[in-house]
């Protein structure tokens, strides 16, 4: 039974730029959330998705963006990269439905800006 | 006053004891709470949750709930160099279950042979 998987693992990109992460959810699960970790702190809310909807959004600007796509997958595009980017990028998939449904992580995309 | 927090450390505890590791929320109608173990360099890995009033109990570990007093701890009895890592707790502030996670910046535990 597969995790949750992220693409890449590692990513530099300069200041300016654009990303894009991709994230496959856990079987079964049909909602992605992403989050932002900076080194030393706890993951910051970015968005969820949900039914190919954004559902909840954290205090991230519009640079922000993601997709979810018919099967569950999602992608988080980041425009215009700033120093403060730098980060690990956390997709976390879960169930909607009746009762606690916990998040399940994948392992990351750390993202370096130069 | 951030919404969920949580002391850095480190706490070091020796191996075998008992490492009680503490969370306090905000946010009054916050409905589940979750505990992370960390490892450097790794991604969270979830622990327990919690949604009522008292203990639950999983293994080694103990979550411990009060709303009144809007705090949550985790205990590890019997711990192992292999507890050595960053717990986080994570507050979902939602009524929707699968709503957005608040998260502590952590506590470093060191567990020594």
């Known amino acids: 039974d597969a995790g949750v998987t992220q693409s890449p693992t590692h990513l530099i990109k300069t200041r300016g730029q654009q990303v894009t992460l991709r994230c496959s959810p856990k079987?079964?699960?049909?909602?992605v959330s992403w989050y932002q970790q900076a080194l030393g702190q706890g993951p910051q809310f970015i968005f969820q998705?949900?039914?190919?909807?954004?559902?909840q959004r954290g205090n991230f600007p519009d640079r922000f963006s993601g997709h979810q796509f018919p099967n569950y997958s999602s992608e988080l595009n980041v425009n215009a990269l700033l120093l403060g980017d730098s980060a690990l990028y956390l997709c976390a998939s879960s169930v909607r439905g009746q009762g606690i449904q916990p998040q399940h992580f994948g392992d990351g995309t750390r993202l370096s800006i130069l | 006053q951030k919404e969920v927090e949580q002391n850095s450390g480190p706490l070091s505890v020796p191996e075998g004891a008992i490492a009680s590791l503490n969370c306090t929320y905000s946010d009054r109608g916050s409905q589940s709470f979750f505990w992370y173990r960390q490892y450097s360099g790794k991604s969270p890995e979830l622990i327990m949750f919690?949604?009522?009033?008292g203990d639950k109990e999983d293994g080694r570990f103990t979550a411990q709930l009060n709303k009144a007093s809007q705090y949550v701890s985790l205990l590890i009895r019997d711990s192992q160099p292999s507890d050595s890592a960053t717990y986080l707790c994570?507050?979902?502030?939602?009524?929707?279950?699968?709503?957005?996670?608040?998260f502590g910046q952590g506590t470093t535990l060191q567990v020594k042979p």
């Open positions: 998705y949900y039914e190919e909807e954004e559902r």
């Open positions: 994570a507050v979902n502030p939602d009524t929707s279950n699968t709503g957005k996670l608040i």
């Open positions: 079987s079964g699960h049909d909602t």
């Open positions: 919690i949604y009522s009033n």
